[in-house]
């Protein structure tokens, strides 16, 4: 199993669709879990932590199945400005400590149309 | 305003030069990181540095040299022994490293291209 595996997309769905997002990762030991969104050809910008017990936050819903190791992202009535790329993030062994740093999954590109 | 810089937005590099990025924060950070990304791929992560005068390879530290001389500054030199460069090159900060995994927070990236 890759380190941090997303489905590839693209996701093409109209405005105010419910788009789910999903990622695996394959260190059980892992702690950290996060959602980023890129834009074309900018930097990626923290959407959401992922806890445990899951979270919400406005039309993004974050979940985690530790036993599993699943992370899931759902976006309701999504926007034209949900286009993006969404990249699962997950720390890992290499490095920065007993934490390890943060491993980058490849992203999946979402376009919401009119 | 708070926050990660990085310059130039373009740079080119020709045959045999080292080039160096620019990556300056002002959020009083510890942690700095640089990132390669390439097209439909992750980001691969190239140094990265806990505290002042001390920095770790990552996973594709080959051919790349950093310094960090001062906590606001983590400078990265492309050298020519990097033979494939062309590349988005991202800078990222977070607030501590031991004992935690913190978010990253990051600059808006260079786009380096070979001449």
């Known amino acids: 199993r890759k380190e941090v595996e997303q489905d590839p997309g693209p996701f093409n769905v109209p405005e105010g669709a419910t788009v789910a997002f999903n990622c695996t990762y394959s260190?059980?030991?892992?702690?950290?879990f996060f959602w980023y969104r890129q834009d074309c050809r900018k930097e990626p910008k923290l959407l959401m932590s992922?806890?445990?017990s899951g979270n919400e936050d406005g039309r993004f819903t974050a979940q985690l199945n530790r036993a599993s190791q699943y992370i899931s992202l759902l976006i309701r009535d999504s926007k034209l400005s949900d286009s993006a790329t969404y990249l699962c993030v997950v720390n890992g062994k290499r490095g920065g400590g007993s934490q390890g740093n943060l491993i980058f999954g490849k992203g999946t590109k979402l376009s919401v149309k009119p | 305003d708070g926050g990660i810089t990085q310059s130039p937005k373009y740079l080119f590099r020709k045959e045999g030069q080292n080039v160096t990025l620019s990556c300056e924060q002002n959020l009083n950070h510890d942690a700095m990181y640089w990132y390669r990304q390439d097209p439909g791929q992750g980001l691969r992560l190239i140094y990265y540095s806990q505290i002042v005068n001390d920095f770790q390879k990552g996973d594709i530290a080959e051919g790349y040299s950093v310094s960090r001389e001062k906590k606001e500054s983590f400078p990265l030199t492309v050298t020519s022994a990097q033979k494939n460069p062309t590349a988005f090159y991202l800078c990222?900060?977070?607030?501590?490293?031991?004992?935690?995994?913190?978010?990253?927070?990051f600059g808006p990236g260079t786009r380096l291209l070979v001449l």
């Open positions: 990222a900060s977070s607030p501590r490293l031991r004992g935690s995994v913190e978010t990253q927070y």
């Open positions: 992922v806890y445990s």
């Open positions: 260190n059980s030991a892992s702690q950290s």
